[in-house]
């Protein structure tokens, strides 16, 4: 027998209790249409709220800006409504002018150029597909253009060092040289990736620059063929009186292969001192300098120290296989001399007793940045910490000074003389 709850009969209401309840269904329906217009009220008053704070009344004299910091700081809202950007957007579209020639893409990357722009480090950036490919040819080292390395300096783009047999160090470029104008146009108008780009291009074709050298009157318009740039990293020769001059150009792809050459050279000749020119050389992948630095100390020491935001520091050590440690090594550096230069040069003097740096002091770039890819052709670069010696000393800004210091004219230049490569050769043969 199959177990079953029992059914309950239908039963009809009295029509008093039908009467009561219909009563309750029509406060019901009262109450809830109250809530929903008390909640449309709120909702178009704070639309108006918003809008009124969007929105300059003509008759409200212009707030200042520090006392609109003031009142972020007073507030501590850090939250931000993206609704605005989608506002401005949405504005952009149906007010400007040529809006058939708007490009969707080229704004959206524009956004994100002027967001990072505004933590004022020129260091810190967005790659666009065009900026990753040329990024990407960077450290490979080959690439069109006139061969020379360029940073922000006080706000001016800067020279940091032309590179070793190309069309800027033919055309007299050097380290500090600041580029007012590209083709015309004011290279304060572009960031330092833009202009970059711009001074790029095929080979054969021309790039005028207006220049500025301290110490001159004027400014002087260069104009200079674009080449292929492809850049060899490592340079060594060996002087008749025994020294051996290993010239490092860039802290690249091949650097680390073509160092590892160079050293098994040296170390079969047996030089009577080295010297090592980092002159111009702006700099390139950390790991390179630790590299080339684990053959030049022994294991263990301190190459480098990175401090972030917070203060933490992690070192970089030697990681061994020191074959020239026991060398005496003048380190040439100047002004060109940036990144990865000044880590390898503070690193060996600071580590060693035997070395003696020579030359201008350092560039100053001592910031660390990490490379994010944000999409398969498109990627940030973000500074994360900073850049110490062993010793604990900035290097960002700060630059390294040399031991004895020494600089190269403009007559020097053109009379094809070295003064700093001559003092290197005297310190190791005289020890004086």
Excluded: C
């Excluded at 003696?356 to 002091?361: D, H, Q, R």
Aim: no cysteine; aromatic share 6%.
């Amino acid at each position: 027998m199959n177990e079953s709850f029992p059914q309950t009969p239908d039963i009809q209401e009295p029509a008093d209790s039908m009467e009561r309840k219909n009563r309750r269904l029509v406060g019901r329906i009262i109450r809830i249409f109250f809530l929903a217009v008390v909640i449309y009220v709120s909702y178009r008053f704070g639309v108006d709220q918003g809008r009124s704070e969007l929105t300059a009344d003509p008759n409200q004299d212009p707030i200042a800006p520090n006392e609109a910091i003031f009142f972020n700081t007073e507030q501590k809202d850090s939250t931000v409504d993206f609704a605005l950007f989608w506002k401005v957007w949405d504005i952009l579209k149906e007010k400007y002018v040529d809006q058939d020639e708007l490009d969707a893409k080229q704004l959206f990357y524009g956004a994100i150029d002027g967001m990072l722009a505004a933590t004022g480090d020129p260091y810190t950036t967005f790659f666009d597909p065009q900026e990753q490919k040329e990024f990407n040819e960077d450290i490979s080292g080959k690439f069109g253009g006139i061969g020379a390395e360029m940073g922000i300096r006080d706000e001016v783009l800067t020279i940091i060092a032309p590179l070793d047999d190309t069309p800027a160090q033919r055309a007299g470029l050097l380290p500090n040289d600041k580029i007012l104008n590209i083709d015309g146009e004011t290279s304060t108008n572009f960031s330092l990736e833009e202009a970059v780009s711009r001074i790029r291009g095929d080979k054969g074709t021309e790039v005028k620059l207006t220049i500025y050298r301290s110490g001159e009157e004027e400014s002087r318009e260069v104009t200079i063929v674009r080449d292929i740039i492809n850049v060899k990293s490592i340079k060594l020769t060996f002087r008749d009186d025994g020294i051996a001059v290993l010239r490092v150009s860039r802290f690249g792809d091949d650097t680390e292969r073509e160092f590892r050459a160079a050293v098994s050279e040296i170390v079969a000749k047996n030089p009577s001192g080295m010297i090592l020119d980092l002159r111009s050389n702006p700099g390139g992948l950390l790991d390179t300098a630790v590299e080339m630095a684990s053959a030049m100390l022994p294991v263990g020491k301190t190459v480098v120290i990175e401090e972030n935001a917070d203060g933490e520091r992690r070192e970089e050590k030697a990681r061994g296989g020191d074959k020239l440690s026991g060398l005496k090594t003048i380190v040439l550096i100047d002004e060109g001399s940036a990144s990865a230069s000044e880590i390898l040069a503070g690193a060996l003097r600071e580590n060693r007793d035997n070395v003696t740096l020579v030359g201008k002091k350092s560039y100053g770039k001592g910031s660390v940045q990490e490379v994010v890819p944000t999409s398969r052709d498109t990627s940030v670069k973000i500074t994360i910490a900073r850049w110490l010696t062993p010793d604990g000393h900035q290097i960002h800004e700060q630059g390294i000074s040399p031991d004895v210091e020494i600089g190269i004219t403009a007559d020097d230049l053109q009379n094809d003389r070295d003064p700093q490569m001559d003092k290197a050769v005297e310190l190791l043969t005289t020890g004086n």
